[in-house]
T-cell receptor, first 114, second 112 residues
Framework: EAGVAQSPRYKIIEKRQSVAFWCNPI?????LYWYQQILGQGPKLLIQ????????DSQLPKDRFSAERLKGVDSTLKIQPAKLEDSAVYLC????????????FGPGTRLTVL | KQEVTQIPAALSVPEGENLVLNCSFT??????LQWFRQDPGKGLTSLLL?????REQTSGRLNASLDKSSGRSTLYIAASQPGDSATYLC???????????FGPGTRLSVLP
């Protein structure tokens, strides 16, 4: 079974630029999550999708972050414009229907904002 | 608001030792608790998932226990090996927003 795929693996941009991350979940997983992990901390949930609907985006900085999950499969997370404090690893995870199922994580995208 | 802490923040042990990692959470109304391992520069690998109705789960040399009433979980690693060196994170899914809250992790080093 293929795991969660993410791209790119690394991205370096300057502040005020835009960036987008892509995630392809495990086939058949209805739930998809985006997390932000700052160095030395545990991941923080940014947004959770159930199929292509948003379940929880309470911690997503909506003035600069946006996410979509078209057709209930792949998802993209965008930051526009980026700030220095957005430097982090962005992790995508998926699971079967919540809340009882375990989450499986992708390798993450390491973003550096200069 | 659910808060998750992990003690110790870092741990260094000689190979072969049995060890315990601790996870505490403030709100006992949880659906489940999951333990993960994270290698440097990598994503998270799921180790064990404990549902709120369960007391423990075992996988190989790993055993995780859950005490909801006291807001605690422990991860027991038997006969540690250098390959166990990684950061171990616990995460709790609560009953309200079904949010998944992570602890900061314990960085484990097993010395040969």
């Amino acid at each position: 079974e293929a795991g969660v795929a993410q791209s790119p693996r690394y991205k370096i941009i300057e502040k005020r630029q835009s960036v987008a991350f892509w995630c392809n979940p495990i086939s058949g997983h209805a739930t998809l999550y985006w997390y932000q992990q700052i160095l030395g901390q545990g991941p923080k949930l940014l947004i959770q999708f159930q199929n292509n609907g948003v379940v929880d985006d309470s911690q997503l900085p909506k003035d600069r972050f946006s996410a979509e999950r078209l057709k209930g499969v792949d998802s993209t997370l965008k930051i526009q414009p980026a700030k220095l404090e957005d430097s982090a690893v962005y992790l995508c995870a998926s699971s079967l229907v919540d809340p009882y199922n375990e989450q499986f994580f992708g390798p993450g995208t390491r973003l550096t904002v200069l | 608001k659910q808060e998750v802490t992990q003690i110790p923040a870092a741990l260094s042990v000689p190979e072969g030792e049995n060890l315990v990692l601790n996870c505490s959470f403030t709100d006992s109304a949880i659906y489940n608790l999951q333990w993960f391992r994270q290698d440097p520069g990598k994503g998270l690998t799921s180790l064990l998932l404990i549902q709120s109705s369960q007391r423990e789960q075992t996988s190989g040399r790993l055993n995780a226990s859950l005490d909801k009433s006291s807001g605690r979980s422990t991860l027991y690693i038997a006969a540690s090996q250098p390959g166990d060196s990684a950061t171990y994170l616990c995460a709790v899914r609560d009953n309200y927003g079904q949010n998944f809250v992570f602890g900061p992790g314990t960085r484990l080093s097993v010395l040969p």
